[in-house]
């Protein structure tokens, strides 16, 4: 195989329980190191993440933390690519550990197939070892929950996609696509491999290539995310002149269903049948996947949890994605304060 060089960019904020393990999982990749370079991003933690990434810096030339006083991540992004040497640039996320030939794999794939973008599939791990914590991980791994996005739900083959996470993408289609948009604090993804694709550009998702994904401890941290997700997707989809799935429109749409089938059943009472009919579908799918969910973890609560957890995946989603409507609508750029 022969060796490019390869600049690794990993934006951070306040991941001081998950860095350390992030950064041990880079260097124990079988890649050269004189071949790599690892820039940490970080957007003005107030955790420890630096003196972490400190700890290392000192002992590994290759590893280097700048500065984000902007906080979200396109603009880390950016930061990096300027600052980034490497033919091949490669987005790592802070919150996962990544297998051994991660690197190597990823950049024997992008040449091989002659793709302007790779990347691998989630493997959804809990966050604590808890009944909500599964429920979470289950949640974000499954279809009901987000639907057909396969590298969170795995694939059995290599396959062209609209979109990978994170990304290995060779450094020259930059020329081309330009940087990340900095109107985006979530789905800024999204929208580069949506520009790369309009401009020809070709998406690999590579299976067997597992990234440990560490999901959201709390449920209130699922909810904020998710609501980022649907509050940006509206404004992706303006920027690209198109959206660029259909499953996005299910959560919105499942949120007017509910709000408006609600009001429109106490004027007209003969539609509650249909109406009540449709929610309770909706329980005994949330409820048969928890259990299906319960027997795989011998965690007999996820069962009653997980209807309630796919319920706020949906809601917070869908209202995030209404509220972005809006602020396209009213020519509003919606910017909200990173976390984790």
């Known amino acids: 195989m022969n060796i490019h060089t390869v600049s690794i960019i990993c934006p951070v904020f306040n991941e001081e ?5 992030c950064i041990v999982s880079i260097l124990e990749q079988d890649y050269p190191k004189e071949a790599m370079e690892v820039l ?3 957007g003005n933690s107030t955790d420890n993440s630096t003196g972490i990434i400190k700890r290392y810096t000192a002992q590994y030339s290759f590893l280097k933390l700048l500065n984000n006083p902007e906080r979200i991540v396109p603009y880390a992004l950016n930061k ?3 600052a980034a040497k490497g033919e091949v640039i490669m987005r790592l996320d802070a919150h996962c550990t990544y297998p051994t030939n991660y690197i190597s794999e990823l950049v024997r794939y992008l040449y091989q197939l002659n793709a302007d973008n790779v990347g691998g599939v989630w493997n959804t791990q809990p966050a604590k070892d808890t009944p909500i914590c599964q429920a979470i991980a289950f949640a974000s791994s499954h279809p009901f929950g987000v639907g057909g996005s396969m590298h969170k739900i795995g694939a059995s083959k290599i396959m062209e996609t609209d979109t990978v996470p994170f990304g290995c993408y060779k450094r020259e289609i930059f020329d081309k696509t330009g940087l990340f948009d900095t109107d985006l604090v979530r789905n800024q993804d999204d929208e580069f491999n949506g520009r790369l694709l309009n401009l020809g550009g070709k998406i690999y998702l590579i299976p067997q290539v597992i990234i440990n994904y560490t999901a959201r401890d709390t449920l209130c941290k699922m909810r904020k995310m998710y609501y980022q997700y649907g509050l940006y997707k509206p404004l992706v989809n303006k920027k690209l002149g198109a959206p660029a799935t259909v499953r996005q429109f299910f959560p919105i749409l499942f949120l007017l269903g509910l709000t408006i089938g609600g009001v429109v059943c106490m004027i ?8 009540t009919s449709v929610l309770l579908l909706y329980l005994f799918i949330g409820i048969v996947v928890g259990s299906m969910g319960a027997i795989r973890a011998h965690q007999p609560l996820l069962a009653l949890l997980m209807p309630y957890v796919f319920f706020n995946i949906h809601m917070s989603y869908g209202i995030g994605y209404l509220v972005g409507i809006f602020n396209v609508l009213g020519k509003k750029t919606a910017q909200v304060k990173p976390s984790r």
Do not use: Q, S, T, V
């Open 17 to 21: 329980k998950y860095i350390e393990a």
């Open 40 to 42: 940490f991003i970080d």
């Open 80 to 82: 990096g690519l300027k």
């Open 268 to 275: 007209w009472p003969l539609l509650l049948h249909f109406y």
